[in-house]
């Protein structure tokens, strides 16, 4: 089974939507949207809620009033300013809070609690390609790494129960905790870039990133034709550091068309850009190949 993630170091890059045309492409896989805080796969995949589940993670800290005593020792200790006196009171902020639990562990009366927060939920979906596993992170929560990790786990346990053969995963934009946590033990990273100043910039970023966890991976270049210069220059980069550029995709108007009718555009319309993603397919499959055949010679070795 192999596990392949789509990132891009910004966002608007055209990932959700080549994950979605992938998808479309590939037979008998299980589809992953790690991008929590933004989650917008499902809306390209014609998808029919099965699963939804609550993702508590991490806690918060709640002053039970009759035990304390006002004596600011846990507002000596808090580093995150979430305690304030109000009318000889101590309350703590919920939003500032960063439940570290240091208010706790030093309050001489016990007085305050340290409750499980509910930061999201996560769902199971059935779409027209496959089963796809997604989430809600809430409003000003945190812990998305862990959410990543979670849904990455279900997934997993969707493919070895169904026998699915490949997992396609849609990662967040950027370099932070949730990426990390959506491309570590991965078997090849695809990085969609465009040829920008701050697309480009991303991009030597987050291979960076994908290096130091030595994963294979390749590069699709969006819009090349608005740029051709930057686009020149992104091969270039590629070819120095051995990314295969996987395919570069047309600036087309079609695209936007097909999101807007909640469709990927190998779903909406056989077009120019439509035949550049299959080409993209082909090549990754190959390149997917040999990345199988240099793993297998590594265990020979």
């Avoid at 370099?175 to 030597?204: H, R």
Wanted: aromatic fraction near 6%; include cysteine.
């Amino acid at each position: 089974m192999n596990e392949l993630v789509i990132i891009s170091g910004k966002g608007g890059t055209g990932k959700t939507s080549l994950v979605g045309s992938l998808a479309a492409l590939a037979e008998n896989k299980v589809m992953v949207d790690c991008d929590v805080d933004a989650a917008d796969l499902h809306l390209i995949m014609d998808s029919k809620l099965l699963e939804s589940h609550e993702f508590v993670g991490g806690k918060k800290a709640e002053i039970i009033q009759k035990r304390c005593t006002s004596c600011a020792v846990c507002l000596d200790y808090c580093r995150f300013d979430a305690i304030s006196e109000k009318n000889e009171k101590f309350e703590i902020d919920s939003l500032s809070c960063e439940g570290c639990g240091i208010c706790r562990h030093f309050c001489p009366e016990d007085a305050i609690d340290f409750k499980p927060v509910v930061c999201g939920h996560w769902f199971i979906s059935d779409t027209n390609h496959g089963p796809l596993v997604h989430a809600r992170l809430g409003i000003a929560q945190s812990n998305s790494g862990r959410l990543v990790s979670h849904l990455r786990k279900k997934a997993r346990e969707i493919a070895d129960k169904s026998g699915h053969e490949m997992i396609i995963t849609d990662g967040p934009p950027g370099i932070g905790c949730p990426v990390i946590a959506s491309i570590t033990g991965s078997d090849y990273v695809i990085i969609v870039t465009e040829p920008s100043l701050s697309a480009f910039g991303d991009m030597q970023r987050v291979h960076e990133l994908i290096q130091h966890f030595n994963i294979s991976c390749g590069a699709i270049i969006n819009k090349y034709d608005i740029n051709s210069h930057m686009t020149e220059g992104i091969e270039a980069f590629a070819e120095e550091n051995g990314i295969t550029v996987l395919g570069k995709m047309p600036f087309d108007k079609e695209m936007v068309a097909a999101q807007v009718a909640g469709k990927s555009i190998i779903d909406f319309k056989n077009s120019g850009l439509s035949k550049s993603i299959m080409d993209i397919w082909k090549r990754l499959q190959a390149d997917l190949k040999r990345v199988e055949a240099k793993k297998i010679d590594l265990k020979v070795l």
